[in-house]
């Protein structure tokens, strides 16, 4: 199956500084990547959408610019975390579709954040 | 917008069988997928039912009724590895893009 994978796995890191989290989809190419973040024993909450080649487009409540999102090519996309503090600590994963019809997402493993 | 509901915790023995509901409000309904998640692992995906009716893969079935605004997920002899949390999630039909998530149902298989 396809495969999605995401660097670092985990990261800690002091509060104001910044994260870039890559999503990278292996064996196919990803016309549309999606970012989630899941507190502890909750739900995966959709934080944005990014399509190759065009701005991400964000959901209700997500600060654009705390949270930048690039998706330059087919097979990558980053999530810059701007000046972390430490409520953004969370569990952010990120999922690739390759094509507008299939209603199969593949997730990527998770990146673990800690701001101290 | 919108929302989807879930049990928050089921608990069944090994070999049983378990059924874990799922009813949704959506502006717009395209589809409903459930996914697995193990403790700090990812979400995979198990199934997909757009049209009524019951969709069978292996051990594991997902019903839909849109009538209902509803659906569900039977696991059938339940293993100790089906201990996980179980997500239903709708496709939005307005941008289907788009997946939105229940808040998970936590499954405890028991010996």
């Known amino acids: ?116 | 917008g919108q929302s989807l509901e879930q049990p928050s915790e089921v608990t069944a023995v090994e070999g049983a069988i378990v059924q874990i509901n799922c009813t949704y409000q959506t502006s717009g309904f395209y589809g409903l997928s459930w996914y697995q998640q193990h403790d700090g692992g990812a979400p995979t995906f198990l199934s997909y039912n757009a049209l009524d009716g019951l969709e069978e893969t292996g051990r594991f079935s997902s019903f839909l009724s849109r009538s209902d605004s509803y659906g569900y997920l039977l696991l059938q002899e339940l293993q100790m590895k089906d201990s996980a949390s179980y997500f239903c999630a709708v496709r939005d039909k307005n941008n289907f893009n788009k997946f939105y998530f229940g808040s998970g149902t936590k499954l405890n298989v028991k010996p």
């Open chain 1, 1 to 116: 199956g396809a495969v999605v994978s995401q660097h670092p796995s985990w990261v800690i890191c002091k509060s104001g500084t910044s994260v870039k989290i890559e999503c990278r989809s292996l064996d196919f190419q990803a016309t549309t990547m999606f970012w989630y973040r899941q507190f502890p024993k909750q739900s995966l909450m959709l934080m944005a959408t990014s399509n190759e080649g065009s701005k991400a487009t964000y959901e209700q409540g997500v600060e654009k610019d705390k949270f930048l999102i690039n998706h330059a090519s087919l097979t990558l996309s980053t999530l810059t975390v701007t000046s972390a503090h430490p409520e953004d600590s969370s569990f952010y994963i990120c999922s690739a579709r390759e094509r507008l019809s299939t209603d199969t997402q593949y997730f990527g493993p998770g990146t673990r954040l800690t701001v101290l």
